[in-house]
């Protein structure tokens, strides 16, 4: 049996035999068709046309542009049909047939390919019509329309040749809109229209209304390889292969006078979800004239007003539609004369906040499941409560100076603050908002990066330090500005041809990764909103997996809580020593020439530790804290080797000009001090520190490391649990790639643990467990799970060890090439490499419950909060996964949509 080209919308049951289920229908005949053929078949009303298959299309791009003979062929049988049932003739002067050609894909790609109006007219078809009208005015402005759609469309012209001679033609008549032209002047302005085609393609304006068709229909197809198109689909995702449908449909006509309109409606309002028809409309007016913004559009209410039986009908067909689709629709409809069509209808696009209360509320309706209103609702969407945004008007307007990587969502506005001191100063004594703009961040930049309402870097990648932190504290974030230099000396950050001074404005949208020059005005959403809590609360109910939080500081662990976190699954203490009283306590440990030495820094140090873990313990009474070791290398706690050469230089041409013996002594005291410095710095520097002397290593070579942290940490429960709190303890070794390394941890935390119990008369319930990060610790889990009593996967470290890529380097250099260029289908940073470092996490999730079936597992990387990752953890039986505090309200909608996925439950669809 030949191949069907073209079907007819009533042939809707033939499409689905051929296609199977009704999302290979929508493959066929592409959204706009499908819809189509489905409205007319529910008894809506729908002009009566026909759809070229999306097969079509991709035959006609593989036959490099020639039209298949078949295909045109069964179009003009189609044709032929449709004026059967118009009992019009396409191209009759006494009794014509106008037809609309418009693109539709299975996607819906709003305004990204092409449609052409009023086929069918030429110089006799028009004459013919003012006879039968009585009306040139409406006649010479359809034809027009024609010609202008077509030049632009099928022959490339640019729009704005036509539209200056419909200026020039209001001025000459003296009206301020189109809508005042006369007939008179319309048809002047299409004798313009078709020298214009003439003089800038070489060919006349069609008069066969069959050539007019064919290349309508051939410049639709084009028009999928379009530009615009595939950028399009390459922000949404959207494949290249599916090709786009031609939809072939009578003309019905809302500029033939005042009891004509045309409009786009939605069935809820699409920014806050509020039931009811939202849209604009004109009258006397053609489709385009309300999306092109040629005219000022009317509201539903004065529709309401002028046409309410159309406006009523309107409303019923809205609300039939949604039961229909069991979805927010987006309807094009046009009144004729007092009679309403519809040209279009399709799952409306909605804010976040729409969403949210669309879903929620359909399930109140009974439209859609619990369940299915948890597939609805998309994680990213979520986010969007949790983040100030740039107000949208403003940022379109504003100028885009640089973009990077969208590392941390939201929006910040700000000073420029060119280092962590500044940051701090004008944000704590000058009252001022700050962005701060660094090369990129270091842990000794962490409080003005918690005084910045913003952080950009010009180096750096999504796992960097800034962006980490970032997220940790909710700061909206963009790394990686490509092209952006900062000058530290002449306090200037350059991008292109724009010059920011230090204390001039920027504003930052963390969620794109742009950064604007100058203070735009935000708008905060509410995380407390009524419909995300429903929706969030059903989440809860259909998940397996756990949602705890990385949270280092007390406020952090009060944020998640709040936000549904079950427990802390990293508490990194290396952050807690930058505070300002602690780093130079730190700085003493690690410059110490004796053990004694050490052992009197890390007992300054320990009090301000077991404070800081009892706030902790006491905001999550009753919840598990998870505790990591000390992680990074001591050099990390140091000034840079090159800031101290450059600070000693600075010093030593400083004594030069000397006079006062006080002076030369004073600046001979730092000189010494900054040498002793150095030689530390270079005593501790390695070729590759980040697999280097850190966690476990640094403490098995320094006991008195973890001897410190673990009193401190048993001290605080200790206390905690005499206060009534319920203080739930999970010590984590980081960086153990051997069972030995583990046991020689254990021995000391079990040993501290015993003394602080008898020394305080309480009994701590407490576990010890381990970062599996790096390969080896994978692979032999089963060794590592007989001594551990827990394991989470440190994701960021175990993706550089398994790829062998810097995570800091690599996301700024070839890493992105290789996403663009597709060698890599994602950031393996940002989504879990499912096949190598997943591979990884599976073996070790069945060794280590071979050894000790009652394992706990979880995730406390950085994939712990993206989408997709959640889905692998849920399928691999990880027990929790941790993730920044702002991400947790996402990952309880992304671990319910795992598990409903797990189970079968299919996203709501189409009333059958």
């Given at each position: 049996?030949?191949?069907?080209?073209?079907?007819?919308?009533?042939?809707?049951?033939?499409?689905?035999?051929?296609?199977?289920?009704?999302?290979?229908?929508?493959?066929?005949?592409?959204?706009?068709?499908?819809?189509?053929?489905?409205?007319?078949?529910?008894?809506?009303?729908?002009?009566?046309?026909?759809?070229?298959?999306?097969?079509?299309?991709?035959?006609?791009?593989?036959?490099?542009?020639?039209?298949?003979?078949?295909?045109?062929?069964?179009?003009?049988?189609?044709?032929?049909?449709?004026?059967?049932?118009?009992?019009?003739?396409?191209?009759?002067?006494?009794?014509?047939?106008?037809?609309?050609?418009?693109?539709?894909?299975?996607?819906?790609?709003?305004?990204?390919?092409?449609?052409?109006?009023?086929?069918?007219?030429?110089?006799?078809?028009?004459?013919?019509?003012?006879?039968?009208?009585?009306?040139?005015?409406?006649?010479?402005?359809?034809?027009?329309?024609?010609?202008?759609?077509?030049?632009?469309?099928?022959?490339?012209?640019?729009?704005?040749?036509?539209?200056?001679?419909?200026?020039?033609?209001?001025?000459?008549?003296?009206?301020?809109?189109?809508?005042?032209?006369?007939?008179?002047?319309?048809?002047?302005?299409?004798?313009?229209?078709?020298?214009?085609?003439?003089?800038?393609?070489?060919?006349?304006?069609?008069?066969?209304?069959?050539?007019?068709?064919?290349?309508?229909?051939?410049?639709?197809?084009?028009?999928?390889?379009?530009?615009?198109?595939?950028?399009?689909?390459?922000?949404?995702?959207?494949?290249?292969?599916?090709?786009?449908?031609?939809?072939?449909?009578?003309?019905?006509?809302?500029?033939?006078?005042?009891?004509?309109?045309?409009?786009?409606?939605?069935?809820?309002?699409?920014?806050?979800?509020?039931?009811?028809?939202?849209?604009?409309?004109?009258?006397?007016?053609?489709?385009?004239?309300?999306?092109?913004?040629?005219?000022?559009?009317?509201?539903?209410?004065?529709?309401?007003?002028?046409?309410?039986?159309?406006?009523?009908?309107?409303?019923?067909?809205?609300?039939?539609?949604?039961?229909?689709?069991?979805?927010?629709?987006?309807?094009?409809?046009?009144?004729?004369?007092?009679?309403?069509?519809?040209?279009?209808?399709?799952?409306?696009?909605?804010?976040?906040?729409?969403?949210?209360?669309?879903?929620?509320?359909?399930?109140?309706?009974?439209?859609?499941?619990?369940?299915?209103?948890?597939?609805?609702?998309?994680?990213?969407?979520?986010?969007?409560?949790?983040?100030?945004?740039?107000?949208?008007?403003?940022?379109?307007?504003?100028?885009?100076?640089?973009?990077?990587?969208?590392?941390?969502?939201?929006?910040?506005?700000?000073?420029?603050?060119l280092d962590a001191d500044t940051a701090e100063r004008w944000a704590k004594e000058e009252e001022k908002d700050v962005i701060m703009v660094r090369p990129e961040t270091r842990p000794d930049d962490?409080?003005?990066?918690?005084?910045?309402?913003?952080?950009?870097?010009?180096?750096?990648?999504?796992?960097?330090?800034?962006?980490?932190?970032?997220?940790?504290?909710?700061?909206?974030?963009?790394?990686?500005?490509?092209?952006?230099?900062?000058?530290?000396?002449?306090?200037?950050?350059?991008?292109?041809?724009?010059?920011?001074?230090?204390?001039?404005?920027?504003?930052?949208?963390?969620?794109?990764?742009?950064?604007?020059?100058?203070?735009?005005?935000?708008?905060?959403?509410?995380?407390?909103?009524?419909?995300?809590?429903?929706?969030?609360?059903?989440?809860?109910?259909?998940?397996?997996?756990?949602?705890?939080?990385?949270?280092?500081?007390?406020?952090?662990?009060?944020?998640?809580?709040?936000?549904?976190?079950?427990?802390?699954?990293?508490?990194?203490?290396?952050?807690?020593?930058?505070?300002?009283?602690?780093?130079?306590?730190?700085?003493?440990?690690?410059?110490?020439?004796?053990?004694?030495?050490?052992?009197?820094?890390?007992?300054?140090?320990?009090?301000?530790?077991q404070s800081d873990f009892q706030e902790l313990f006491q905001v999550m009474d009753g919840l598990p804290v998870v505790i990591r070791l000390l992680d990074p290398p001591l050099h990390e706690f140091l000034p840079t080797y090159e800031d101290l050469l450059r600070t000693l230089s600075d010093l030593k041409l400083r004594l030069q000009h000397l006079s006062?013996?006080?002076?030369?002594?004073?600046?001979?005291?730092?000189?010494?001090?900054?040498?002793?410095?150095?030689?530390?710095?270079?005593?501790?520097?390695?070729?590759?520190?980040?697999?280097?002397?850190?966690?476990?290593?640094?403490?098995?070579?320094?006991?008195?490391?973890?001897?410190?942290?673990?009193?401190?940490?048993?001290?605080?429960?200790?206390?905690?649990?005499?206060?009534?709190?319920?203080?739930?303890?999970?010590?984590?070794?980081?960086?153990?790639?051997?069972?030995?390394?583990?046991?020689?941890?254990?021995?000391?935390?079990?040993?501290?643990?015993?003394?602080?119990?008898?020394?305080?008369?309480?009994?701590?319930?407490?576990?010890?467990?381990?970062?599996?990060?790096?390969?080896?610790?994978?692979?032999?889990?089963?060794?590592?799970?007989?001594?551990?009593?827990?394991?989470?996967?440190?994701?960021?470290?175990?993706?550089?060890?398994?790829?062998?890529?810097?995570?800091?380097?690599?996301?700024?250099?070839?890493?992105?090439?290789?996403?663009?260029?597709?060698?890599?289908?994602?950031?393996?940073?940002?989504?879990?490499?499912?096949?190598?470092?997943?591979?990884?996490?599976?073996?070790?999730?069945?060794?280590?419950?071979?050894?000790?079936?009652?394992?706990?597992?979880?995730?406390?990387?950085?994939?712990?909060?993206?989408?997709?990752?959640?889905?692998?953890?849920?399928?691999?039986?990880?027990?929790?996964?941790?993730?920044?505090?702002?991400?947790?309200?996402?990952?309880?909608?992304?671990?319910?949509?795992?598990?409903?996925?797990?189970?079968?439950?299919?996203?709501?669809?189409?009333?059958?």
């Amino acid at each position: 049996m030949a191949k069907k080209w073209v079907y007819l919308f009533r042939e809707i049951e033939e499409a689905e035999d051929y296609a199977g289920d009704w999302d290979s229908v929508r493959g066929l005949l592409g959204g706009k068709g499908a819809n189509l053929a489905d409205m007319a078949r529910i008894g809506v009303p729908v002009p009566p046309g026909f759809t070229v298959t999306t097969e079509a299309c991709i035959a006609y791009l593989e036959s490099e542009n020639e039209f298949p003979e078949e295909i045109w062929e069964e179009e003009q049988a189609a044709l032929r049909r449709i004026e059967e049932k118009a009992g019009k003739r396409f191209g009759d002067a006494s009794n014509p047939l106008l037809v609309s050609c418009r693109s539709g894909a299975k996607f819906s790609m709003p305004g990204m390919m092409d449609t052409v109006l009023n086929l069918g007219m030429n110089d006799e078809v028009a004459q013919g019509m003012v006879e039968l009208t009585g009306d040139p005015r409406f006649v010479y402005d359809s034809y027009r329309r024609l010609i202008q759609m077509f030049g632009a469309v099928v022959r490339g012209m640019r729009d704005e040749v036509f539209e200056d001679v419909i200026e020039e033609r209001q001025r000459v008549a003296g009206v301020d809109s189109d809508s005042q032209l006369s007939g008179e002047d319309w048809e002047e302005v299409t004798r313009r229209f078709k020298k214009l085609v003439r003089s800038y393609t070489g060919f006349d304006f069609p008069q066969d209304p069959l050539e007019q068709l064919r290349s309508a229909s051939e410049a639709v197809f084009k028009s999928w390889q379009g530009k615009r198109a595939v950028d399009y689909r390459n922000a949404a995702d959207i494949p290249h292969d599916l090709g786009t449908a031609v939809n072939i449909q009578t003309m019905v006509f809302g500029n033939m006078g005042e009891d004509c309109a045309t409009g786009v409606a939605m069935s809820r309002n699409p920014s806050t979800g509020e039931p009811g028809v939202e849209g604009d409309f004109l009258i006397n007016a053609q489709g385009e004239d309300v999306v092109a913004g040629i005219r000022p559009t009317l509201s539903m209410d004065v529709m309401a007003e002028k046409m309410p039986e159309a406006y009523a009908e309107l409303t019923e067909i809205a609300e039939k539609l949604e039961q229909h689709y069991r979805d927010m629709q987006d309807m094009e409809f046009t009144v004729e004369h007092g009679t309403l069509w519809l040209l279009q209808t399709r799952d409306g696009k909605r804010t976040a906040q729409a969403e949210v209360r669309i879903a929620v509320e359909m399930v109140d309706e009974g439209l859609l499941t619990q369940e299915q209103a948890l597939l609805r609702v998309a994680p990213e969407q979520v986010d969007f409560f949790l983040h100030p945004q740039l107000e949208e008007d403003a940022r379109r307007s504003a100028q885009l100076i640089g973009q990077g990587l969208n590392v941390s969502p939201g929006a910040a506005v700000g000073v420029v603050a060119l280092d962590a001191d500044t940051a701090e100063r004008w944000a704590k004594e000058e009252e001022k908002d700050v962005i701060m703009v660094r090369p990129e961040t270091r842990p000794d930049d962490v409080h003005g990066m918690l005084a910045a309402q913003g952080i950009v870097t010009s180096r750096g990648g999504r796992t960097s330090h800034a962006a980490l932190v970032a997220r940790q504290f909710g700061k909206p974030a963009v790394v990686g500005v490509e092209g952006m230099e900062i000058d530290l000396d002449a306090r200037v950050v350059r991008v292109g041809d724009v010059t920011v001074r230090e204390g001039e404005a920027l504003s930052i949208d963390g969620l794109r990764g742009d950064v604007y020059l100058g203070e735009l005005p935000t708008v905060v959403p509410d995380i407390q909103d009524e419909w995300l809590t429903r929706l969030l609360e059903w989440a809860d109910e259909a998940r397996r997996l756990e949602v705890w939080a990385n949270a280092d500081y007390p406020q952090d662990a009060q944020r998640a809580r709040e936000y549904g976190a079950q427990g802390i699954g990293l508490c990194r203490t290396e952050h807690m020593f930058f505070e300002e009283d602690r780093l130079p306590l730190m700085r003493r440990m690690i410059m110490s020439r004796t053990r004694t030495e050490r052992e009197e820094a890390l007992d300054a140090l320990l009090p301000h530790q077991q404070s800081d873990f009892q706030e902790l313990f006491q905001v999550m009474d009753g919840l598990p804290v998870v505790i990591r070791l000390l992680d990074p290398p001591l050099h990390e706690f140091l000034p840079t080797y090159e800031d101290l050469l450059r600070t000693l230089s600075d010093l030593k041409l400083r004594l030069q000009h000397l006079s006062s013996l006080g002076e030369v002594d004073d600046t001979l005291a730092q000189i010494r001090e900054k040498q002793d410095l150095l030689e530390r710095i270079v005593a501790l520097r390695e070729e590759n520190p980040m697999l280097g002397t850190r966690g476990v290593r640094l403490a098995i070579l320094y006991p008195e490391l973890v001897r410190m942290q673990a009193q401190a940490i048993f001290q605080a429960a200790a206390r905690a649990i005499r206060e009534e709190v319920d203080a739930r303890v999970e010590i984590m070794v980081p960086l153990v790639s051997h069972v030995n390394e583990f046991k020689a941890q254990f021995r000391e935390i079990e040993a501290q643990a015993r003394a602080v119990m008898e020394e305080h008369d309480v009994e701590i319930p407490y576990e010890v467990g381990t970062m599996i990060e790096v390969p080896r610790a994978a692979l032999t889990a089963h060794e590592i799970a007989a001594e551990a009593e827990f394991f989470s996967f440190g994701t960021n470290d175990l993706t550089q060890t398994v790829f062998g890529i810097s995570r800091d380097d690599g996301e700024v250099g070839f890493l992105m090439h290789y996403v663009e260029r597709r060698i890599l289908e994602d950031n393996p940073f940002s989504t879990l490499d499912v096949p190598g470092v997943g591979g990884l996490m599976e073996i070790a999730v069945e060794r280590g419950r071979e050894a000790r079936p009652e394992l706990k597992i979880g995730i406390c990387g950085e994939h712990g909060g993206d989408p997709r990752s959640v889905t692998f953890c849920h399928g691999a039986g990880l027990d929790y996964v941790s993730c920044s505090p702002f991400r947790v309200p996402v990952t309880r909608l992304s671990a319910a949509q795992a598990a409903l996925r797990e189970a079968g439950v299919e996203p709501a669809g189409r009333d059958e």
